[in-house]
Nanobody, 123 residues
Framework: QVHLVESGGGLVQPGGSLRLSCAVS????????IGWFRQAPGKEREEVSC????????YYRDSVKGRFTISRGNPINMSYLQMNNLKFEDTGVYYC????????????????WGQGTQVTVSS
């Protein structure tokens, strides 16, 4: 069963922008934390940003602060990651994931994952 579907990836030049979307299935729409993660070739998957519904707080890794914005959409089963001023090092496959408890923004805690969408920053 597919729980999460990402979209919006693509090829963009440095300094450009992309908006990623994540559609959350009704079966897991009661998540507490939704997160965006990414994995570059040859590297481990890392957290990018998370949003906690229980405390209405967001987390961003340092390298994306001021450039990326996580949000929940309307309808409620959508999440977005607005990425501005993209850099070469932002290249990777981006995943959204959810967990039903208020846990840290760390991949080991997340239960459900999408298939990912490729983001390539290149000149």
């Amino acid at each position: 069963q597919v729980h999460l579907v990402e979209s919006g990836g693509g090829l963009v030049q440095p300094g450009g922008s992309l908006r990623l979307s994540c559609a959350v299935s009704e079966s897991i729409v009661d998540y507490i934390v939704i997160g965006w993660f990414r994995q570059a070739p040859g590297k481990e998957r890392e957290e990018v940003s998370c949003f906690s519904r229980s405390v209405n707080m967001t987390y961003y890794r340092d390298s994306v602060k001021g450039r990326f914005t996580i949000s929940r959409g309307n309808p409620i089963n959508m999440s977005y990651l607005q990425m501005n001023n993209l850099k070469f090092e932002d290249t990777g496959v981006y995943y959204c994931a959810t967990v039903k408890n208020d846990l840290p923004c760390d991949r080991e805690y997340f239960d459900f994952w999408g298939q990912g969408t490729q983001v390539t920053v290149s000149s």
